[in-house]
DNA sequence: CGCAAACTATGACGACTGGTCTAGTTAGTT
DNA sequence: AACTAACTAGACCAGTCGTCATAGTTTGCG
């Protein structure tokens, strides 16, 4: 079934960078849709459960996105604590080039939005899949699994706070702080 | 100039447990006002600021309050390592007792409302207390400055990153996985 | 080719809530 | 009783999300 239009993908696409930059209930439908996504009417036509559905969707590609960016990382790194170093770096540029305004896809929404439930569902599987590829990136180096599950959710949560820190701040320092230690950790758990 | 209510007061506990859960503009002031605040026109004589400022004013007793009770718990327990534990139990508690709604009071309105100036440095003033804390309680130890510093904020990171997590995953396993972690990490800093 | 059926697009509309502010009432002081 | 500081009610309109009737476009089929 060939799709005859990309008004949807472009929808996705703007809703996607909106919630990132300023969360769910920041963002209008009206600005959405004025930041040449489309007419009003074709949202309900492409997304029937209107704005909630659409973030659901948005947030689960940006969840996807930065997976695969991880999986890359994680890929290309020579060694795990190089990896994680890299990955942060990357989270840092990616803010202070837009000025702090992108910081985590998803938490600034799986705060504000948390009463939604199909959209905290879509935070919690974008989460857990950075998540699980810490995990199996530990245990590929011996890392018994219950230690790499509470390694891996203490990197990403050092991770995210400093994400938050750095952004509220508008200064990367924490990332880069965090960064060090991270791999100070890593490294430590694997020698 | 005698008051004669305490509508103030009540506005901005009010408003301190709504931006709290809800985040800023999840959070109307109709919502704020009928939950048993004040009549509206109270709002702009105590707040000509209007939101902004009841926000802002709100953040900073919340702040506070988080503030306080780190301190009690650093002073209290026996050991830094210990004091870390204690303190995210208890916001680990706080979080499950209230439905996984109440997580970090800064963190929710730090990434919706980033945009405002007043807001964010508001959130920047209590996010510095909190870690200046925990940096003089590792300095008080021995720690180097600029060593106590960075720990500090990966603390302070890691702990905001366990309250997204637990909050979005209404679960509190990472708050007590990131605990443990954290207590090996500041224990074996100071030996 | 020609036609019907399915698909996609459109923006005016409505019910409602948002934050703001002015005009007014109440209470304390002299 | 007059005055002033403390407070409040509700009007206000821009903005919210969602609905709908209508129109246009593409596809498959006879």
Redesign the pocket.
Known sequence: M????D??DRMLSTAAELFHTQGYHA?????LLSAGA?????????FPG???QLAAEALAISGGRLRDALADVLDRANGLGAAVEMMIDFLATTLEDSDFQRGCPLSTVALDAAGSEPIRQACVEGFGSWQALLENALTAEGVAADRAESLAVTTLAAVEGALLLAKTRRDSAPLRAVAAHLRETVERELS
């Open positions: 060939p799709r005859r239009t008004t949807r963002t209008g439908l009206n600005q489309a007419p009003k009417g074709s949202l309900y036509f492409h209107g704005k909630e």
